[in-house]
């Protein structure tokens, strides 16, 4: 990408040039690598009427995404006027309440909603919310995964959703994470790389977001699995 500048004299003659360029290979692989996974997006959404969304939507403001408001037929403007307009009438005012508990709660929830659908009729969809955060603790972004209630593609412990589960862990989660193994603290630290002070207080005090994703990784290499229940409830298995 060239860009430039002449500079002209006073009766509009040239008299000097500034000039730049700018290597943008990797900002149009980045591009290209981007409409790839929006086409992909796409083919899925298409073929399965499930999609992934991550947005910085607060109680005040929703961001949807492109498929929601195909499915639904509404803009982005509408959503944002009223995100329940999407429901089923007479699910409008329980969803609202029921999500805004949910999001002030700051924890993962399941959520199933009859939405109106832009081809006619309605709808019965799950959608899984996880809360991701910062490395301060606080809630950054929520991911979102939606799909036919008839459906159930089970939860993928892929991306921001992943992350976002990860770091809703609780001490508790780890603990009983860390018994199917048979693992003692020792273990968990040895395999994860943390000390043994560090597992002592991710099982105590659910703090550190780094050391948490590190002991995830070191359980779920040994065949640990994190899933949400219907409930919200955070669940752990072994394979």
């Known amino acids: 990408m060239s860009r430039g500048e002449v500079y002209v004299a006073p009766d509009g003659r040239p008299r000097g040039a500034a000039w730049s360029m700018l290597d943008v290979t990797d900002r149009d692989l980045l591009a290209r ?34 498929e929601l408001l195909q499915l639904i037929g509404m803009t982005q403007a509408e959503f944002q006027d009223d995100w329940t307009r999407g429901l089923v009438r007479e699910d409008r005012a329980h969803m ?26 309605n709808g019965l969809f799950r959608g899984v919310f996880v809360p991701v955060r910062d490395a301060g603790g606080r809630v950054e972004s929520w991911t979102t995964l939606s799909f036919p209630r008839a459906r159930s593609p089970g939860l993928p412990a ?4 992943r992350r976002g589960l990860e770091e809703s862990l609780a001490g508790r989660h780890l603990h009983a994470a860390r018994a199917l193994p048979g693992w003692s603290m020792i273990d968990l630290a040895r395999a994860s790389g943390l000390s043994l002070w560090t597992i002592r207080r991710l099982e105590t005090e659910g703090e550190g977001v780094r050391s948490r994703h590190a002991a995830v990784a070191a359980l779920r290499a040994n065949g640990v699995v994190f899933g949400l229940l219907p409930t ?7 394979r």
Request: net charge positive; proline share 1%; no cysteine.
């Open 33 to 66: 690598a981007q409409a790839r996974q929006t086409r992909a997006r796409r083919a899925a959404f298409e073929r399965t009427r499930s999609w992934m969304h991550n947005s910085r939507y607060t109680l005040s403001h929703r961001v949807a995404s492109a």
């Open 232 to 238: 919200g409830t955070i669940a752990v298995g072994r």
């Open 158 to 161: 892929v991306g921001a959703l």
């Open 96 to 121: 609202r309440a029921f999500v805004r508990s949910r999001i002030e709660a700051g924890a993962p929830f399941v959520a199933d909603t009859r939405f109106q659908l832009a081809e006619g009729g």
